[in-house]
């Protein structure tokens, strides 16, 4: 383990952004891995105030397995401002060393500078962005994505998000057949544009490991046949992906289901980017070493794909999916792929259906979660217990009526095991704006010294009769209850005065509401009973009284 490590950290020095992804200074290789200085690991908080590449696939290289950084993608995709806008995901795929990473750079150029026409930025700018260097050696491990989301409008008027993702390099000496496949898979399924990074040409093993969109064939060597960009790629994908009789059975059906399985299949051929770029160590990324030919395909390869009238949105089962959305599917997908081996495409659409159906719970609860709010939130007034109530009946059937509008998978009997937990996690909400609400009532608040002062009086007036009529045991033992009353209302004033020991507060608040609802209430309750029953009484007696002496007079007159 020891000498692997320090193999990858063996190597020539490179450049790596700055948090802010301004500027690019010198490092060692040693002072740059992937997985300490380069990028935060899962303990990390991340600052969404400096873009930078965030690992949210982690890749453990020790039992080839990956987790999932929940943290981290939440606190990217769940921010107010994009987590209900409908996403765009971009990710770059293929075998490690193809310059991945490279080529999601000029994708953030563009993204920063979409607006100018010079966006692919001056000759001599170094390249700044994902971690990336030439060699023979991978640099990014599991899956990356950019921390910034670019908030976009389209031609008709929309909003999306755009999300850039890198993903680990395949096929090297330290991933396995399944690391491989795991994370194609993986972002495969959570973008709506799966760029396939391939050399030179297509060959029958890239077509077995399909999980594309586009084929972006990097050092084209043959224009004369089919020309650099979209048109010859298109030309050049048709060709290879004929059905011949001579073909394998296997190789046919490959073909096959190609079309059946991708909404928009694509080919772009782009040139070698020059000898400076392959041979140069030291090579930053600057323009002034690339070649020509590459430039230009660049400046429409990179549009084409990002766009504001080019942007293809993420859909499952025929829905637009939220960044919200996302967070759930990522979660269960992650989950499938934590077995020993890949799972079943049984199992996928088993994930993707539970996904769907959390992803609609979540955005139901967030619809109920604002609609209260409104009514009892934050620093809202109190309102009566039963108009609460009401509010949060019409919201819960507003919540449940949307979830049932979603378009889901998995059937009405699978489906209805989240509508139930979605019940059922709106009641705990609702449990929680109650107590909040009753925070607000200023003699909700004054309950527990309330409750302790009727304690304290009670025992008082019971140790001094008891005393008086020569029943010490009790007196003393009242003079008992009413120290402790007076030592938790002393406790209880400090904890709210300080703030500390708020276990020890919350103790007798809970103490004090039970004494309140088991004894003084029904006691209260007898009592204004018992009065009322009397009034009634008097009042009916005052009322026989009075019509008997007028009856009285009347004979007398």
């Known amino acids: 383990m020891a000498e692997r490590d320090a193999a990858r950290r063996a190597g020539p020095a490179r450049r790596r952004p700055d948090p802010a992804g301004k500027h690019y200074e010198e490092e060692e290789e040693e002072d740059a891995l992937p997985d300490s200085d380069a990028l935060p690991d899962s303990d990390d908080e991340v600052d969404l105030d400096k873009p930078r590449p965030i690992q949210i696939v982690l890749a453990h290289e020790d039992d080839h397995n990956f987790e999932l950084d929940e943290e981290a993608l939440e606190k990217i995709l769940l921010q107010e401002h994009i987590k209900d806008l409908n996403i765009v995901v971009v990710s770059v795929a293929g075998a490690f060393r193809k ?25 001599t700018e170094p390249l700044t962005g994902f971690t990336w ?5 991978r640099e990014t491990t599991g899956i990356q994505i950019w921390s910034e989301v670019f908030v976009i409008d389209k031609p008709n008027g929309t909003k999306v998000a755009v999300l850039l993702m890198d993903t680990q390099g395949a096929f090297d000496s330290q991933s396995t057949i399944k690391d491989c496949a795991t994370v194609f898979a993986l972002s495969t399924m959570t973008s709506s544009v799966q760029v396939y990074n391939l050399s030179q040409n297509i060959q029958e093993d890239d077509l077995q490991h399909l999980q594309t969109l586009m084929f972006l064939i990097r050092d084209w060597s043959y224009p004369y046949e089919h020309a650099y960009g979209l048109e010859g790629g298109k030309k050049f994908l048709e060709k290879r992906l004929q059905v011949k009789q001579n073909q394998h059975e296997e190789l046919q059906n490959v073909r096959k289901h190609i ?13 070698h980017p020059g000898l400076k770029v392959a041979t140069n160590p030291n090579f930053d990324g600057r323009l002034n070493d690339i070649d020509e030919d590459f430039k230009k395909e660049l400046r429409s390869l990179v549009p084409l794909l990002l766009a504001p009238e080019n942007l293809v949105e993420k859909e499952i089962s025929g829905s637009k999916v939220t960044c919200r959305d996302l967070v759930e599917y990522f979660k269960a997908y992650i989950k499938i792929y934590q077995g020993e081996e890949l799972p079943h495409p049984k199992s996928m659409l088993q994930a993707t259906a539970e996904a769907n159906n959390l992803a609609a719970v979540a955005g139901a609860k967030d619809l109920y979660s604002k609609g209260m709010e409104q009514v009892c939130g934050g620093d809202k007034p109190y309102i009566a217990p039963s108009d609460l109530e009401r509010k949060h009946q019409d919201f819960r059937e507003s919540a449940v009526r949307q979830f049932r509008s979603v378009k889901k998978m998995g059937g009405e009997e699978f489906c209805r095991r989240y509508q139930e937990q979605l019940e059922v996690e709106i009641d705990e909400i609702y449990a929680n704006f109650v107590k909040h609400n009753d925070g607000k009532n200023i003699f909700y608040a004054a309950r527990t010294p309330a409750t302790l002062f009727a304690v304290m009086f009670a025992m008082y007036i019971t140790s001094g009769l008891t005393g008086f009529l020569g029943m010490n045991s009790i007196a003393t033992l009242c003079n008992l209850v009413l120290g402790m009353a007076l030592i938790s209302f002393c406790t209880w004033a400090y904890v709210k005065y300080s703030g500390e020991f708020r276990e020890v507060g919350t103790a007798i608040d809970q103490i004090a509401e039970a004494i309140w609802e088991q004894v003084l209430k029904p006691m209260s309750d007898n009592l204004m009973e018992d009065h009322m029953r009397q009034s009634v009484k008097n009042s009916i007696k005052a009322g026989l009284t009075e019509q008997v002496s007028h009856h009285a007079r009347l004979k007398t007159d």
């Not at 260097?133 to 050696?137: D, I, N, T, V």
């Open 99 to 123: 310059g991945k990473s490279f080529l999601l750079d000029f994708m953030l150029r563009y993204m920063y500078n979409r607006t100018s026409p010079c966006w692919i930025g001056g000759n």
């Open 133 to 137: 260097r030439g060699g023979c050696e």
């Open 259 to 271: 079309h059946s399985c991708f909404s928009n299949l694509g080919c772009f051929l782009l040139p």
